[in-house]
Protein backbone atom coordinates (compact mmCIF):
# COMPACT_ATOMS: atom_id res chain seq x y z
CA UNK A 1 0.00 0.00 0.00
CA UNK A 2 1.67 3.31 -1.16
CA UNK A 3 0.82 6.21 1.16
CA UNK A 4 1.21 10.13 0.23
CA UNK A 5 2.73 12.43 2.47
CA UNK A 6 1.05 15.82 1.43
CA UNK A 7 3.84 18.34 2.04
CA UNK A 8 3.44 21.96 2.22
CA UNK A 9 3.18 24.30 -0.08
CA UNK A 10 6.13 27.02 0.05
CA UNK A 11 4.71 30.78 1.29
CA UNK A 12 5.69 33.43 -0.88
CA UNK A 13 5.13 36.98 -0.15
CA UNK A 14 4.55 40.33 -2.66
CA UNK A 15 5.70 43.39 -1.17
CA UNK A 16 5.31 46.37 -3.27
CA UNK A 17 6.49 49.98 -2.91
CA UNK A 18 5.58 52.87 -4.96
CA UNK A 19 7.09 55.75 -3.00
CA UNK A 20 5.57 54.12 0.06
CA UNK A 21 6.30 50.55 1.35
CA UNK A 22 3.60 47.45 1.67
CA UNK A 23 4.57 44.21 3.08
CA UNK A 24 2.77 41.45 2.47
CA UNK A 25 2.06 40.08 5.54
CA UNK A 26 -0.19 37.23 4.95
CA UNK A 27 1.72 35.61 1.99
CA UNK A 28 0.46 33.25 -0.85
CA UNK A 29 1.11 29.79 -0.81
CA UNK A 30 2.08 28.58 -4.73
CA UNK A 31 3.99 25.51 -6.07
CA UNK A 32 7.55 26.95 -6.87
CA UNK A 33 9.41 30.13 -7.31
CA UNK A 34 8.08 30.13 -11.00
CA UNK A 35 4.34 30.32 -10.13
CA UNK A 36 5.63 32.90 -8.09
CA UNK A 37 7.26 34.85 -10.70
CA UNK A 38 3.95 34.42 -12.77
CA UNK A 39 1.94 35.55 -9.69
CA UNK A 40 4.22 38.51 -8.93
CA UNK A 41 3.93 39.70 -12.62
CA UNK A 42 0.31 39.13 -12.48
CA UNK A 43 -0.05 41.51 -9.86
CA UNK A 44 1.92 43.76 -10.81
CA UNK A 45 -0.08 44.23 -13.94
CA UNK A 46 -3.18 44.39 -12.13
CA UNK A 47 -2.27 47.16 -9.60
CA UNK A 48 -1.46 49.20 -12.57
CA UNK A 49 -4.60 48.53 -14.20
CA UNK A 50 -6.40 49.14 -11.09
CA UNK A 51 -4.98 52.64 -10.62
CA UNK A 52 -2.73 54.00 -13.64
CA UNK A 53 -3.04 57.33 -12.70
CA UNK A 54 -1.37 56.52 -9.46
CA UNK A 55 1.31 54.73 -10.93
CA UNK A 56 2.26 57.74 -13.31
CA UNK A 57 1.96 60.24 -10.23
CA UNK A 58 4.94 57.92 -8.01
CA UNK A 59 6.57 57.45 -11.76
CA UNK A 60 7.75 53.61 -10.86
CA UNK A 61 6.05 50.51 -8.99
CA UNK A 62 8.72 47.83 -7.80
CA UNK A 63 7.52 44.67 -6.16
CA UNK A 64 10.09 42.44 -4.12
CA UNK A 65 8.92 38.65 -3.42
CA UNK A 66 10.91 36.90 -0.29
CA UNK A 67 10.13 33.18 1.08
CA UNK A 68 9.15 32.35 4.78
CA UNK A 69 12.59 33.03 5.69
CA UNK A 70 12.25 36.45 4.56
CA UNK A 71 15.07 35.85 1.60
CA UNK A 72 14.53 37.65 -1.45
CA UNK A 73 13.99 35.63 -4.21
CA UNK A 74 13.51 38.23 -7.21
CA UNK A 75 12.96 41.93 -7.91
CA UNK A 76 10.61 43.64 -10.64
CA UNK A 77 10.82 47.01 -11.23
CA UNK A 78 8.64 49.52 -13.18
CA UNK A 79 9.39 52.93 -14.00
CA UNK A 80 7.14 55.14 -16.51
CA UNK A 81 9.26 58.17 -18.22
CA UNK A 82 7.89 60.88 -19.50
CA UNK A 83 10.42 62.19 -21.71
CA UNK A 84 9.84 65.40 -23.57
CA UNK A 85 8.96 66.01 -27.19
CA UNK A 86 11.15 66.64 -29.84
CA UNK A 87 10.40 68.54 -32.59
CA UNK A 88 12.53 68.45 -35.38
CA UNK A 89 12.72 71.43 -38.37
Known amino acids: MSSWIELPMPRYFFHTADGAAHHDVEGTELADDGAAR???TRTLGQLIDLSPAEFWSAGSLSMRVTNEAG?????LHLRGVISPAVKTG
Open 38 to 40: IEA
Open 71 to 75: LTLFV
